[in-house]
């Protein structure tokens, strides 16, 4: 599943980059759509009659800037900095969070200067140790869809082998790997994949590869040596749920548990559970974006919850979440015993 955008923009300042000159003139030799915008922040050339019209060009749109920020943002507790290569993602997943916080418009950004980051990267690395620093690639972002672009996120890889002291993890929904598989890695990248059962794939996860494909890349991944991880998330509430996860689970043991390369065990497996939680700003966007959907979003079935940067999330009743960990752990115990649970949300 190919990301080509309908139509991309750039900033100035991203021609005095060699990756920047490339990406310009190659969109222009395959016909795309190319035009300057003043700021990668601040893109007004994407038009539409409706939030909807809005959302989905965005969605088809890419901008190609400099990110001139000299400061990471922290990303706890899963790592200690965000490591931003990209914004955005062209998959239109209904309950995405990113769709709220990137506003009306969630185009697609790159950032030609991958060198000055991973620069800022290295700063941040020394004056932690002899601490092991960890970023996370994808807090705003799936990277992977526009790997084929940048190459920044192989680069990145790369440049994480390198660093004893230094650690790399992302998460994608999507399975071009293929670029990555030779990177030298040496164990310092945690290359995880989001998942959800088949029914919850077909009905949000809009513009995504299926869970069996996104399994298949991730035993390739597997294959070439990497620490392995899946975010089994948003976890939902609906009829016939268990049978529907325990399919998701069924299928993960049947691809993944055989032995794939000495490189590679399941000892090396990473689980993290997210269950499903909205804002009162989310749903108000979701409901504009999505006006026909089936998202579970009434107030009145959920528990309200402050969350720890001062606003609150509607989250499922204490009982029912304790349903959902119960199960998921039973899953987890019978068919991927040796994979290590990161946390249950």
Same mark, same amino acid.
């Given at each position: 599943?190919?990301?080509? !955008?309908?139509? %991309? ?11 920047? $000159?490339?990406? %310009? ?16 922040? $601040? ?23 400099? $990110? ?20 955005? +993602? !062209?998959?239109? +997943? ?9 506003? !009306?418009?969630?185009? %697609? ?87 959800? +059962? ?15 494909? $996104? ?39 049947? /691809? /993944? ?13 990473? /689980? ?44 499922? !009743? ?28």
């Amino acid at each position: 599943m190919t990301f080509t !955008p309908h139509q %991309v923009f750039y900033e100035p300042q991203a021609l005095d980059y060699p990756l920047g $000159r490339n990406l %310009v003139d190659y969109f222009r030799q395959i016909n795309i759509p190319v035009q300057a915008t003043t700021s990668h922040n $601040r893109v007004t050339g994407i038009t539409g009659k409706t939030p909807v019209e809005l959302y989905q060009k965005a969605k088809k749109t890419l901008v190609i800037g400099v $990110r001139h920020s000299k400061t990471f943002q922290t990303c706890k507790p899963s790592a200690h900095y965000q490591l931003p290569l990209a914004t955005s +993602c !062209p998959g239109m +997943c209904e309950y995405c969070y990113l769709a709220t916080t990137l506003g !009306p418009k969630p185009y %697609v950004r790159i950032y030609v200067n991958i060198n000055e980051i991973l620069e800022l990267t290295q700063d941040i690395i020394k004056k932690r140790l002899p601490e092991i620093t960890v970023f996370e690639g994808a807090a705003t972002s799936d990277p992977l869809p526009v790997e084929k672009y940048t190459g920044s996120l192989k680069k990145t890889i790369n440049f994480f082998g390198k660093q004893p002291q230094g650690r790399f993890r992302f998460v994608t929904k999507f399975t071009e790997v293929e670029n990555l598989l030779d990177a030298n890695h040496h164990g310092h990248t945690r290359f995880r994949f989001s998942l959800n +059962c088949e029914e919850i794939i077909k009905k949000f996860e809009h513009g995504t590869p299926s869970a069996k494909e $996104r399994i298949l890349a991730a035993k390739k991944v597997g294959q070439a040596g990497y620490p392995l991880g899946f975010i089994i998330a948003p976890l939902f509430k609906f009829e016939n749920w268990q049978e529907e996860y325990t399919k998701l689970f069924i299928l993960l043991e049947k /691809l /993944l548990t055989p032995t794939i390369s000495e490189n590679w065990s399941p000892k090396k497996l990473s /689980l993290e559970f997210i269950t499903h939680r909205f804002t009162p700003r989310a749903k108000s966007h979701i409901l504009k974006v999505f006006p026909q959907t089936k998202l579970p979003l009434e107030e009145s079935k959920r528990k309200y919850k402050y969350g720890q940067f001062g606003y609150g999330k509607y989250i499922y !009743p204490s009982e029912e979440m304790k349903e959902l960990k119960t199960f998921l752990l039973q899953l987890t115990d019978k068919y991927l015993p040796t994979a290590e649970i990161k946390y249950f949300v």
